[in-house]
């Protein structure tokens, strides 16, 4: 394996910058659909990358992920009252957790 295609040693991120990755689990049907196949669904910030949110995950509820999967929704437009609006757009992560780990959503860290 030549210089420019070796592994970069994976980056060492404070505990305040982790904590402020993840900002709610997502308890919806299709995010329960998920924890079948040791899938857990978080809402993350809007600039976090995946290797970011797979070291927040594994420091905070110390457990092996295997994959993330993001993706950007949309917010909605809504009326309300006559009145045009619209919901905020938000980032969501689909975490894959390694044979064994699970993750309880209902209790905090």
Request: no cysteine; proline share 9%; net charge positive.
């Given at each position: 394996?030549?210089?420019?295609?070796?592994?970069?040693?994976?980056?060492?991120w404070s505990m305040e910058q982790l904590?402020?990755?993840?900002?709610?689990?997502?308890?919806?049907?299709k995010a329960t659909r998920g924890s079948e196949h040791n899938q857990v669904t978080f809402?993350?910030?809007?600039?976090a990358a995946k290797p970011l949110i797979k070291a927040a995950i594994e420091?905070?509820?110390k457990v092996k992920v295997t994959a993330?999967?993001?993706l950007n929704v949309r917010g909605k437009t809504k009326r309300f009252r006559g009145h045009l609006g619209q919901r905020s757009d938000y980032k969501k992560a689909i975490v894959s957790l390694a044979e064994g780990n699970t993750i309880d959503v209902t209790t905090g860290i």
């Open positions: 394996m030549s210089d420019a295609t070796a592994k970069k040693p994976p980056k060492a904590y402020g990755v993840i900002l709610s689990p997502v308890i919806t049907e809402r993350v910030r809007g600039d420091t905070l509820f993330v999967n993001t």
